[in-house]
């Protein structure tokens, strides 16, 4: 009797272990998902574990949140939110794009933070200053509005390693030193050649420009580093005086130039009548000087009488009428 109430039991704990067998095989992990779209529904058994689709059952997490994401390498349903917020503020990016974005970005900005700099940045030039920071600076800031007329870099503000936008051969009626080659932003092109006729007509000479030449235009982030690194052999702890960290000049923004005249040292240029035309008129062209004794202690630079920058018309008649530098506007 005992052996057939053994057999008996043994019988019906098999079956058991079966039947709960057989139910875990066919228990449809999503079956309390109050969302019940098939396909939406196959991709997440495909690509979240048990975890995560317990994680978005018990937060009642709609698939719109997250599926159009749910294929792409790196994807974490986790920071499925700043997907979706990224993809609003860039809605033209694909959905690889923005979790690559998102995901090797997170640990050091916010979407916002991302999404202002993807204004004025390539992705990849924001990626190496996520990555690399300033090897100059360890307390440098990048700047946001870095394709602005009004950015401004410094010992402190960067731009890392960008290119701008919109850089364009230099206008072929503005004369250059040996003629040579020069980019700058699209921004300066009419300013420079406008500049250039009223000097030349207001000074009374049949040189081109009054004389003047462009040095200087657009100086890109690797050339501005062998040109700081000569400049730190040369002279030492004095470089930042006379030469500028890569990332932190005004050349790399293509907005300024540098102007020469023949046979007249470059120390010598603000006892020029063109350095006195250009310090009461290049204001009217959205020009002005940004290296000055008067604010040398703001921009630690020594003055550069020759070099003018772009910061648009309105910002540049503001300046003027108040004897401000821009260096001088952002600190107070």
Same mark, same amino acid.
């Given at each position: 009797?005992?052996?057939?109430?053994?057999?008996?039991?043994?019988?019906?704990?098999?079956?058991?272990?079966l039947c709960y067998a057989f139910m875990n095989v066919n228990y449809d992990k999503l079956s309390r998902y109050p969302y019940k779209n098939e396909e939406n529904n196959r991709l997440i058994r495909?690509?979240?574990?048990?975890?995560?689709?317990?994680?978005?059952?018990?937060?009642?997490?709609?698939?719109?949140?997250?599926?159009?994401?749910?294929?792409?390498?790196?994807?974490?349903?986790?920071?499925?939110?700043?997907?979706?917020?990224?993809?609003?503020?860039?809605?033209?990016?694909?959905?690889?794009?923005?979790?690559?974005?998102?995901?090797?970005?997170?640990? &050091?900005?916010?979407?916002?933070?991302? $999404? %202002?700099?993807?204004?004025? !940045? @390539?992705?990849?030039?924001?990626? *190496?200053?996520?990555?690399?920071?300033?090897?100059?600076?360890?307390?440098?800031?990048?700047?946001?509005?870095?394709?602005?007329?009004?950015?401004?870099?410094?010992?402190?503000?960067?731009?890392?390693?960008?290119?701008?936008?919109?850089?364009?051969?230099?206008?072929?009626?503005?004369?250059?030193?040996?003629?040579?080659?020069?980019?700058?932003?699209?921004?300066?092109?009419?300013?420079?050649?406008?500049?250039?006729?009223?000097?030349?007509?207001?000074?009374?000479?049949?040189?081109?420009?009054?004389?003047?030449?462009? &040095?200087?235009?657009?100086?890109?982030? $690797? %050339?501005?580093?062998?040109? !700081? @690194?000569?400049?730190?052999?040369? *002279?030492?702890?004095?470089?930042?005086?006379?030469?500028?960290?890569?990332?932190?000049?005004?050349h790399q923004l293509g907005l300024a130039v540098d102007f020469v005249l023949d046979g007249i040292e470059n120390e010598d240029f603000s006892k020029t009548e063109q350095y006195n035309w250009l310090?009461?008129?290049?204001?009217?062209?959205?020009?002005?000087?940004?290296?000055?004794?008067?604010?040398?202690?703001?921009?630690?630079?020594?003055?550069?009488?020759?070099?003018?920058?772009y910061v648009g018309n309105e910002m540049a008649h503001y300046l003027f009428t108040n004897n401000l530098t821009l260096s001088e506007l952002i600190s107070n």
């Open positions: 009797m005992k052996i057939k109430r053994a057999i008996f039991v043994s019988m019906i704990l098999v079956v058991s272990i495909k690509y979240l574990n048990d975890e995560e689709i317990e994680y978005i059952i018990e937060y009642s997490i709609a698939p719109a949140t997250f599926i159009a994401y749910i294929q792409e390498d790196n994807f974490n349903i986790y920071h499925a939110s700043e997907y979706r917020e990224l993809n609003k503020l860039l809605w033209d990016e694909t959905p690889a794009s923005i979790v690559r974005m998102v995901e090797e970005t997170r640990n &050091s900005m916010d979407v916002m933070t991302l $999404a %202002n700099y993807l204004v004025h !940045y @390539k992705f990849d030039e924001i990626l *190496y200053w996520v990555d690399h920071g300033d090897p100059y600076s360890m307390n440098s800031i990048l700047v946001t509005n870095a394709g602005n007329p009004n950015a401004y870099v410094d010992d402190i503000h960067t731009i890392s390693i960008r290119k701008p936008f919109n850089l364009q051969l230099l206008n072929e009626d503005v004369p250059t030193v040996d003629g040579d080659e020069m980019e700058v932003d699209i921004a300066l092109q009419i300013p420079l050649k406008d500049l250039c006729v009223a000097i030349q007509e207001e000074l009374q000479t049949k040189k081109a420009c009054g004389g003047l030449l462009v &040095s200087e235009g657009y100086i890109s982030y $690797a %050339n501005q580093d062998k040109r !700081y @690194k000569e400049a730190k052999e040369a *002279y030492g702890d004095s470089a930042d005086k006379v030469e500028f960290m890569p990332g932190h000049s005004e310090k009461d008129n290049a204001h009217r062209f959205g020009l002005v000087q940004t290296y000055k004794v008067e604010n040398a202690y703001l921009t630690n630079k020594a003055e550069q009488s020759y070099h003018f920058r």
